[in-house]
């Protein structure tokens, strides 16, 4: 909407101790009834409603100096008096700051970070118009070394424009797009490098030994990877990976031209390192993820999220496709861009086979089901949740695989599931046209049938089913012509609970019980705390010694305490279910399945 006057923001780090930004919004032409501020209630890409207005501590609203009554219409709206035509209306409001994630905000006197959902008042019935925002310095008692860090373009020709690196004042073309640059702001590590011609940059916040050089060269070759799938030009002008570097901590969250990440200080590489440790495969393969996701919803939405709706929940049943076939595709990226071995990556691939093989809730819930209820299942998860819900991250890309191999060996190679990311992207991301509800079952068909013999019609029933329903993925079957062998055993070759363990707990504490084992046989609970097995002593780190030195078939007395109550439990324990999958190259497979793997994995 050029030609009517911007909405303009402010935002200032003003008590970094205790955590507070104070943000103004100013509109030059107020609704003549009395103006409506809206906050977004959850942030795409993370599907849960967040009520990021319970962190609005103080709001004000004022017109030339003078006080403007403020009404509050419900959990997350306001509603200024009317003012005189020809005036502008201020709000003025301070936000607490204090979640550690890549979903929100946080502030402390060492750095800042912001997402523009958490902090940026929508202003009803002005949600094309553009935005100007002048980003704030702390105090100068904090820092004067701060710099900041984000796509957000700088406003170029306005009075105080930022510049590069620089507090001063940003713009956008409307507020869908102010809310998806997420900030950094502070004394962060910059580094930049190129992909397929795009300036890429990452900035790490916090302590780290990281060897940047080594970081930006393996990226370099996942990004121009990814870039080459979809084919020239990128979508980004540039990209920027902003990490938070934690010693614990593990989150991504896409936006339309960076992402933010939480990440371990172990994951990251150090000088001198050697190989790629399964630390630093997880964080490359979290940046590929969320790089992906630059064109997989970012820009190929479904049409439920064409535009998204932030004040409510916005139902899909295809969150399988736009988060598990991107959970395929980010360690693939690893693998084929030659940043790890082929034997890295079938590692990898049998973890994610085993984490769906180890969820009971597989057979109950289709992921097309996981999709659709990720605001009230996937995104809060409680002790029953391995026995009631399948993660469309991890069988979404199970799906993507045995689609890939299968288009693959159906055509002898000629046609792949990146060729339907690429009509994907042609169809729906270069338009801006939303994917239906069905839309990608049609475009598997189309592509499956470039490869001839009917496959593919035969391919788009098989997703349908596939997405639809519960039946484990004949994976085996389907690895077979690529000269892959999968193989499925027990964990251990010990005999089992049933049960698993709280993590980073020194007692035995019963996280989850999985239906129909032993523990819930014997009428053990979540939340339960093992305190000794026929007479002795359990810990965190000793049950799984005490369970090896048995036999399935054996019963034992088990002692816990469930709240303060010490009960006890006669259990029998069972045999190790069949979960953990194990991926290796087959000896000397025929020339048909070596060409049939190079095409896939590369090498």
Known sequence: MTGLPPVRYTIAPIRPASHLFEVTCTVSDPAPGGQVFRLPAWIPGSYMIREFARNIVTLRAECEGRAVVVDKLDKHTWRAARVAPGRALTLVYDVYAWDLSVRAAHLDPTHGFFNGTSMFLAVEGHAERRCLVEILPPPPTTSRRWKVATTLPRAVGEIGAAMPMGFGCYRTDSYDELVDHPVEMGTFTHEVFEAAGVPHEIALTGRHDCDTRRLCADLARICAWQIELFGLPAPVDRYLFLTMVVGDGYGGLEHRASTALLAS???????????????????????????????????????????????????TRLLWA?????????????????????????????????????????????????????????????????????SYYAKGALIALALDLQLRAASAGSVSLDDVMRLLWQRHGRTGVGVEEDGLFALVEEVGERGGKGAGRRLARWLAKAVHGTEDLPLARLLKPFGVACEVEGASKGPTLGAKLAPNSGEAKLASVYDDGPAQAAGLSAGDVLVAMDGLKVTGSSLEAQLARRKAGERVEIHAFRRDELMSFDVELAAAPADTAKLTLAAKPPAAALALRKGWLGG
């Open 265 to 315: 200080r172990n994951d990251l590489p150090y000088p001198g390192m050697n190989g790629v440790p399964d630390g630093y495969k997880t964080f490359l393969g979290l940046c590929s993820h969320e790089y992906f996701h630059t064109w997989n919803v970012k820009r190929i939405r479904p049409a439920a999220f064409t535009p998204y709706d932030l004040q409510s929940e916005n139902y």
């Open 322 to 390: 736009f988060e598990g076939f991107t959970s395929y595709y980010d360690d693939l990226a690893l693998v084929r861009s030659g940043v790890i071995p082929i034997e890295d990556y079938l590692g990898l691939l049998g973890k994610t086979v085993s984490n769906v093989l180890r969820g009971g809730g597989r057979l109950k819930q289709s992921v097309a089901e996981s999709s659709f209820d990720a605001w009230i299942k996937y995104y809060r998860q409680d002790e029953n949740a391995p026995n009631a819900i399948v």
